[in-house]
């Protein structure tokens, strides 16, 4: 980059100055115990006054509340919890056929809504998917599928 470059970048307004970081329009979901309708429209009006909020949609029967607009996570975790009195955090709960195994340990919730299961990003679980070579080599050698398999009667 020459001099000229450098000085015309240094005048140039045809960009504003400020380089402010613009939220970007994100869903949010919060677990968040609701009991009843009144549970419920505290929670809805909790969220709906916030700056940037667009939309809100709350599930009773899920016990989860969804958050669309130009929002952080946290603020709304914080708001809710501050403006109703109830624990809330992130919703942990994925979509059962999305998980691997979802009965393995850590990863089934009996408090989970009917099809969701608990997320986990963790390798725990990745490992019942997989066999050792040697386990591999074991099982193959006594298979009916291996046409050179050991044969034993």
Known sequence: MGAL???????????????LKRKQLQTVEIKVRIDCEGCERKVKRAVEGMKGVKQVDVERK????TVVGYVEPSRVIARVSHRTG??????????YDVVEHPYAA????????????RDTMDSHGSHLAR???TEVRYTTAFSDENPTACSIM
């Open 86 to 95: 109830k624990k809330a955090e992130l919703w942990p709960y994925v979509p």
């Open 5 to 19: 470059d450098h000085f015309s970048n240094l005048f140039d307004c045809s960009h504003s100055s400020s380089k």
């Open 106 to 117: 850590g990863v089934y919730d009996k408090k989970a809504p009917s099809g969701y299961v």
């Open 62 to 65: 899920a016990n989860k509340l």
């Open 131 to 133: 066999a050792s070579s």
